[in-house]
């Protein structure tokens, strides 16, 4: 057997195989008789038909298995001849007829797992910046807790105004008012007044009240998200099915108590500044950690191999696309040139981990992985018994060992590292835009 190699990307390889004729005629003589010990044919006992009558009945299926077997046996043959490890099943090209005596070419594009050194992760010098907790971060915390244990009270005595909740089902129609040919039925909830909402939903559904229908038409910007919507003024027809009022709770003794099993609103906020300070100093490790993989990946510059890139980008995207399924082409296209980067930076950062968690030798020990356990069995208030089975049997077993191999390496990063802590206030981020257009 002859192997060549060539490099196509990052870690994606093509094999070019070439077997000898008397090699391929020794696996092609085993497939056959192999499959005559099992043969049937009228007149013989199993497995003792002459095997001349096996190859004239079953001739052209015992070829092409017997191709098929060549051409996974010879991959496979290869790369472990190779040392390569797939990370997904190879693509290969085997040979579409067998001539006897002739040279047997099987080609193969693999992505193989990264095999890398990492040097130059000692020694390192980091800040560990921790943010600490102004009054500004207890009280926009407070605020969003309110809001997260706000309740939603039905409305029946007046329609709807600004800053009420109005649920409806709208459906487009066609010039004539009769449904849209391809059109269905959608729900969604409206906040009146809310930044974002298109003004001919909001004008024309003020004042509206639960068992009313209206039609409503919407003239679309040209740079509206959808694009098939882009430019259009369509006409919808909108029935209003329910109409709340949001009830946000007082921050008050009961609040406390409900919320946080305190008895004061002063309890709380001591209770609040306290997980803040410790989310704080979490936020700083993993800051911390996150410099010095980026000063390693800096001194060893590798790829990942791209197909790693591409499944990080498409998860991302089909994360992003479960809340906003009629994004137009042209923002997807943004939304991945603008993740890829990031995706990148993720896994160059654990193929880091990886690689110095197996030079510095680092292994999670049995005992290890059962204080792992009985950590889930706290969280979530089972018992370790059914937290062991439920990770086993879900295949997560494997991924909580995987995070404590990681917290390990980090460890060990850190370790080797001179780290300055400094306290500073928290970077004023932007205010995230809101959404321009709600509702199609």
Known sequence: MRIEVRDLAPWRR???VELPGEEAAERRAKVFNEFRRKAK???????KAPLALVEKAYGPALEEEFLETLTEDT????LEKEGMEPIEPPVARGPEKYEPGQLVRVTATVDVRPRIEIRGYEGLAVERVVHGVENEDMETFLEELRDRNATYEKIEDRGAERGDFLAVRFRELDPDRNPAPGSEDRETVLEMGREGLLPEFENDLMGSRPGEERQITVSYPADYSEKRLRGRIVT???HVTDLRRRLVPAMDADFAKRVAGVETVEELRAKVRGELGTRAERDADRRTEEA???QIVDVNRYEPPELWVERGVDGIVAEFRQDRPQMADDDLKKLMEGVRPQVIRRLRHD?????????????VAADELR?????????????IREVADDLAESGRLRRLAETLFEQKVLERIVSKATVTSVTRPRPKEPRPEASRLIVP
């Open 41 to 47: 044919l009228p007149g013989f006992r199993p497995g």
């Open 292 to 294: 010095l993989l980026d």
């Open 75 to 78: 991959v496979r043959e290869a």
């Open 371 to 383: 204080r792992g356990v009985e950590a889930v069995a706290s969280r979530t208030g089972q018992s």
């Open 351 to 363: 193929m880091a981990v990886e690689a110095i968690g197996h030079q510095e030798k680092i292994e």
């Open 236 to 238: 919808y027809r909108v």
């Open 14 to 16: 093509e094999l070019l």
